[in-house]
Structure formats: structure tokens, C-alpha cells
């Protein structure tokens, strides 16, 4: 485990929180300090840690990695931000984003050619870790001369096939 600043700080509110819950039970320092101490652990990895976890949006980032990518699909947003940070596929081929992130997986509409566009690749990073998250996060890889030129990040409603 690390022991980070912030997990010092949550640890010291939540026991304050509890020594003070602990002294409308009972005013004896003897008995709420201890039992606070012994209850704080479980009050904060029980209770306080997974809500935390429910209600904000912080995901893990991970380095990009090919196999990763092609192999999970759901956990593509955990290396995206490294993917933008480092320019890894900026001024890349089409055939080089192809070894690394696979084929795409939809291509973008073109209105004025009544069509797809070959230039504008498209691929699911999957749906952030969150109580209210309701969309899926997803990227457009847009080449101009056979050349990546643009990252486009954005999101999308999540739609469910109906079954006949």
C-alpha cells in the first residue's frame, strides 16, 4: 500500500469524524480514542473508500501498451490521456496505427459524400469508472495525406440492441 498526502488526510477526517460520533456515546477519553482508532480502518476501507470510489469520476492511467489495448477493450481510457500526453500516434501511418490500436472499429460519416470516410477512424476506449457515468468515451483519428493529423476524444450515448 502507499501511503499518499491525500489517504493521510481522508484517514485523519474520517477518525475525527468517528471521536466525535464516539463522545455523543460516551464522554470517557479512555475508552473513545482507543475505539476510534481500532474503528477507523474499517469505517474508512468499508465504508467511506468505495463511496468515494462510486461517486468520483478518478480512474487509473496506465501506460499504452498494443497488447492491452487489443486485448481489453474496456480499459482503453486508462491509457488514452498517456496516448495524447506523448503524441504516440501523431504523424503516424495508417498502416502504423494499425499495428498499434488494430483495425477500426467504425468509420466517421461524411454528409457531403453520402458516405464513410476512410480518413476518420473511429474507436471505443470504453466507460469511465463512476457512479454517473452514463456514456461511452470514444476516439476519431482523422489522417490527412495517409498521416495522422488530429486526435478527436469525445463521447457517446450508450445504446442496448433490442432483441427480437
Known amino acids: ?96 496505427v494499425t499495428e498499434l490500436l488494430g483495425t477500426y472499429e467504425w468509420l466517421s460519416w461524411d454528409d457531403a459524400n453520402n458516405g464513410h470516410d476512410e480518413n476518420k477512424w473511429n474507436y471505443g476506449l470504453g466507460v469511465l469508472p463512476g457512479a454517473f457515468n452514463s456514456k461511452s468515451e470514444a476516439v476519431e483519428i482523422v489522417f490527412e495525406n495517409n498521416k495522422v493529423s488530429q486526435l478527436n476524444h469525445y463521447q457517446q450515448a450508450i445504446k442496448f440492441d433490442a432483441k427480437e
Open 1 to 96: 500500500m502507499i501511503i499518499t498526502p491525500l489517504f493521510v488526510l481522508f484517514l485523519v477526517i474520517v477518525f475525527t469524524l468517528i471521536l466525535l460520533f464516539m463522545n455523543t456515546i460516551d464522554k470517557r477519553k479512555w475508552i473513545t480514542i482507543p475505539l476510534s482508532i481500532v474503528i477507523t480502518p474499517f469505517v474508512y476501507f468499508y465504508a467511506f473508500y468505495p463511496l468515494l470510489n462510486i461517486f468520483s469520476s478518478y480512474h487509473h492511467e496506465k501506460y499504452f501498451d498494443t497488447k492491452v489495448w487489443l486485448s481489453n477493450p474496456g480499459f482503453r481510457y486508462e491509457m488514452f490521456d498517456n496516448v495524447l500526453e506523448t503524441d504516440t500516434l501523431m504523424g503516424k501511418s495508417k498502416e502504423t
